[in-house]
């Protein structure tokens, strides 16, 4: 019964993952919190409607800031306060950060 939290989910792999895990039966995925920056996507949303609580969105709007990312932290620690009563299983920080270049390929910043 392990409980999730999944970063970039209105979209993408993290959609995908959201998707496959509530396929799961609740004996082996009790709880996924997805994140979404902003508006959860319809498809998310739908996701979450038809689960029976065993995922909550939390937005997310920012994960550079450090402000939006304890702010999703406190809710997430209430989700599984309430729904689980333990702490959280397994993180996957899916959400991607990409920083933008106006020049070329030698001004770019290595990461």
Request: with cysteine; glycine share 8%.
């Amino acid at each position: 019964m392990s409980s999730y939290l999944i970063t970039g989910c209105s979209r993408g792999l993290g959609l995908a993952l959201v998707t496959r895990l509530s396929t799961l039966p609740e004996s082996e995925v009790s709880l996924v919190i997805a994140t979404a920056r902003g508006t959860p996507s319809a498809e998310l949303q739908k996701l979450s409607d038809h689960s029976s609580g065993r995922i909550s969105i939390i937005e997310l709007e920012d994960v550079t800031d450090e402000t939006s990312v304890k702010g999703a932290v406190k809710e997430a620690r209430e989700v599984l306060r309430l729904k689980r009563k333990q702490g959280l299983d397994i993180l996957i920080n899916n959400a991607g950060v990409i920083c933008r270049n106006t020049g070329n390929i030698e001004t770019m910043l290595v990461l």
